[in-house]
């Protein structure tokens, strides 16, 4: 696959100047309202997209080198030279084939459970190359140096500048350069040591940042050096209470909650990476997909869990999964968890059944804002835990160019083919659109254009959708068009352009979505549809294309304005997405903003005694958490995002 850095930034100006999209609509376009191409003189449009003559598929015409020579060039240090032992450590953990290559592996339980797990086990080219040689390219490093991070907290040891800086054992370091990362983003590299020394971890990161590393890295190293301590006894006993014929119930050492199945998908991708000849074996759970076949994968033995919340508690409910000795937690994209509804489920599989209470076990979480369910989540789950806030790396940062036109309903559908055209029909690009109904007949519509596209909603099989995904990944289908749930997490790091056909009437969604551009340090476009329809988002759209250095429209200021003065109050968006993607530490703010106090009787930030918060649940609700929030904070029960 061929990802092309876009480092021209110029390229950019130009066709987007190109694309009449100045927000007075100087020049082709007229004021608020956009004209379709066949009423405009037709010269301009037709000179306009000149700029765009790079035929090599890629914005801007980077020469490609350029991604390999950003990893500093080191292009041939690839494969398993890297464990210098190789075969020291191999007994046959695996059968011949590898987990999870064929689907016909088996794990193979060591029978004496004294082997030293810090050590790698034998390679298998094989699965080498099956998880290896997607690996990444294309990133563009330089962008990472001056992202802003902040860490707050007791005793926060220092961040790291190389993986080489931390010892994470023979195993991971020996992954890590078959992933050939070469640096660490900056997530990583405040994250890994924080977690490397145990501590608990609160981490705001923009999607595409590099979160999944961040955590993976670090705990799957001490899992390594620590080996399965009880886990492996506990699921050995297990197997023999329930008789000859009994099924193992599992006993992970570390579970990684996430929103969607797509989302838990890469992650477990990324986890089969870092476990590589090692005897840790990844599973993962999601709903809306075949139980019995994930009940039979965990039964080969599972220490690492992927799961997301509903199915997971299914599956302690059924015995599969016990949380008796889960030392490390993670809750990925937890702001999404609780938009989705997942509370109940996150806190009945966290405080209600048998997993080590906090300040036992170790638990990180990650999110993208920090709003206040994510803070009150905080506060119950983690002990005295470092704040992590770094800088925007995709979203809406720099690297993306965001756009905001006004298209009136009738003529979205000609303004979508013009943006099309113009950035090429192979760059990838994603499009919005509100209902699932939108999404059928936007694609019919593309397709009859004679565009290669695909769509992706909740109304899809499981197969339908993954198939979809496959094609908008591969190129096939370059143009993928998507009602929010797409914006879940997917990473697809290289799409060139984001369109919000149909804006959500939601500030975070709109950041969410934007976000799968400008991925990694690459940049990125967003264009977004306005009308009468959107007034609603009027304010927090200002606000995200000021702080982000974009340009505004004047008629979006002039609404904005309007629209303050009939209601002025309007705070909850504001208050939710204040400084930007809300990552500020709420412990660091004398009185706390909004009601959140960090001095309530016995939660003092950093001095939590015991293990209040386990086995309880109860506890808040009371009156700090009805200050007029969460208005779109939508439990909806264990029905998760595709409806199963
Ligand atoms: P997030 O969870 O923050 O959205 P991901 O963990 O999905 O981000 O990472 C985004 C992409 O960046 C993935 O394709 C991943 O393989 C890649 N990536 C992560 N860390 C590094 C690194 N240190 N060097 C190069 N690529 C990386
Ligand atoms: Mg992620």
């Known amino acids: 696959m061929s990802h092309v850095v876009v480092d021209n930034p110029h390229g950019l100006d130009q066709q987007l100047a190109a694309l009449d999209l100045n927000p007075d609509g100087q020049g082709g376009g007229t004021g608020r309202r956009y004209i379709p191409p066949h009423l405009r003189n037709k010269d301009a449009a037709k000179n306009g997209f000149g700029g765009y003559e790079n035929k090599d598929g890629g914005w801007?015409?980077?020469?490609?080198?350029?991604?390999?020579?950003?990893?500093?060039?080191?292009n041939d240090r690839s494969k398993s030279a890297f464990f210098n032992d190789r075969g020291s450590g191999s007994r046959g953990r695996y059968e011949r084939g590898g987990f999870g290559g064929g689907g016909n592996s088996r794990w193979v339980e060591d029978s004496r459970g004294e082997d030293d797990w810090s050590k790698p086990t034998a390679p298998n080219e094989r699965l080498e190359n099956e998880l290896f040689s997607g690996s990444n390219t294309g990133i563009n490093f330089e962008k990472y140096d001056d992202i802003p991070v902040e860490a707050t907290g007791t005793s926060c040891p220092p961040h790291i500048e190389s993986f080489h800086d931390v010892d994470m054992g023979e195993i991971i370091m020996g992954n890590i350069t078959l992933t050939r990362y070469t640096r660490p983003t900056p997530v990583q590299k405040h994250a890994i040591p924080i977690i490397k020394i145990k501590r608990d971890l609160m981490a705001c990161a923009q999607?595409?940042?590099?979160?999944?590393?961040?955590?993976?890295?670090?705990?799957?190293?001490?899992?390594?050096?620590?080996?399965?301590?009880d886990a492996l006894q506990a699921s050995k006993n297990s197997g023999q209470e329930n008789g000859r014929y009994g099924r193992r119930k599992q006993y992970p050492i570390s579970l990684v909650l996430a929103p969607t199945r797509e989302l838990a998908l890469q992650i477990y991708d990324e986890a089969r990476k870092f476990a590589y000849r090692s005897h840790v074996r990844p599973c993962v759970v999601y709903g809306g997909a075949d139980i019995g076949q994930q009940i039979r994968d965990l039964e080969r033995g599972c220490h690492l869990l992927v799961a997301t919340p509903g199915r997971l508690v299914d599956m302690m409910e059924r015995g599969k999964i016990g949380l008796d000795h889960c030392n490390y937690l993670v809750l990925d994209e937890a702001d999404r968890m609780l938009d989705m509804g997942f509370e109940p489920q996150i806190r009945r599989i966290v405080e209600?059944?048998?997993?080590?209470p906090k300040g036992i076990r170790q638990t990180m979480m990650f999110s993208a804002t920090f709003p206040k369910e994510i803070q009150i989540l905080a506060r119950d789950f983690l002990e005295d835990y470092i704040f992590l806030a770094v800088g925007r790396v995709g979203s809406t940062s720099e690297n993306i160019t965001q756009?905001?036109?006004?298209?009136?309903?009738?003529?979205?559908?000609?303004?979508?083919?013009?943006?099309?055209?113009?950035?090429?029909?192979?760059?990838?690009?994603?499009?919005?659109?509100?209902?699932?109904?939108?999404?059928?007949?936007?694609?019919?519509?593309l397709y009859r254009e004679g565009y290669a596209c695909t769509s992706i909603h909740g109304d899809r099989s499981q197969r339908d959708r993954e198939e979809a995904l496959h094609q908008f990944r591969s190129g096939r289908c370059p143009i993928l068009v998507a009602t929010a749930v797409a914006a879940r997490g997917l990473d697809i790091s290289n799409v060139k352009h984001v369109i919000n056909f149909d804006l959500p009437s939601d500030i975070e969604e709109y950041v969410h979505r934007i976000?799968?551009?400008?991925?990694?340090?690459?940049?990125?476009?967003?264009?977004?549809?306005?009308?009468?329809?959107?007034?609603?988002?009027?304010?927090?759209?200002?606000d995200i294309l000021v702080e982000a250095k974009q340009e505004v429209p004047s008629w979006l200021e002039s609404l904005a304005y309007e629209h303050q003065h009939k209601s002025t109050n309007r705070g909850r968006s504001k208050s939710r997405f204040s400084g930007g993607f809300g990552a500020r530490d709420y412990r660091q703010a004398?009185?706390?903003?909004?009601?959140?106090?960090?001095?309530?009787?016995?939660?003092?930030?950093?001095?939590?005694?015991?293990?209040?918060?386990?086995?309880?649940?109860g506890g808040f609700g009371g009156n700090f958490y009805s200050d007029g929030y969460g208005g779109n904070y939508n439990h909806s029960g264990s029905v998760d995002w595709w409806g199963n």
């Open 60 to 74: 801007g015409g980077a020469p490609r080198d350029a991604a390999y020579n950003s990893f500093g060039g080191r």
């Open 207 to 229: 999607t595409g940042s590099g979160k999944t590393a961040a955590f993976l890295l670090p705990v799957l190293s001490q899992i390594y050096t620590e080996g399965p301590g």
């Open 352 to 356: 209600q059944d048998t997993m080590p």
């Open 403 to 445: 756009k905001v036109v006004w298209v009136e309903e009738n003529d979205k559908r000609s303004f979508l083919l013009d943006l099309l055209n113009a950035t090429g029909k192979d760059s990838l690009t994603l499009v919005f659109v509100e209902t699932k109904k939108g999404a059928d007949a936007l694609e019919d519509f």
């Open 515 to 542: 976000g799968r551009t400008g991925r990694v340090g690459n940049l990125g476009l967003a264009t977004s549809f306005f009308n009468d329809k959107n007034s609603n988002i009027t304010k927090d759209l200002l």
């Open 590 to 617: 004398s009185g706390g903003s909004g009601g959140f106090n960090s001095n309530r009787p016995g939660r003092n930030a950093g001095g939590h005694g015991g293990n209040r918060g386990f086995g309880g649940g």
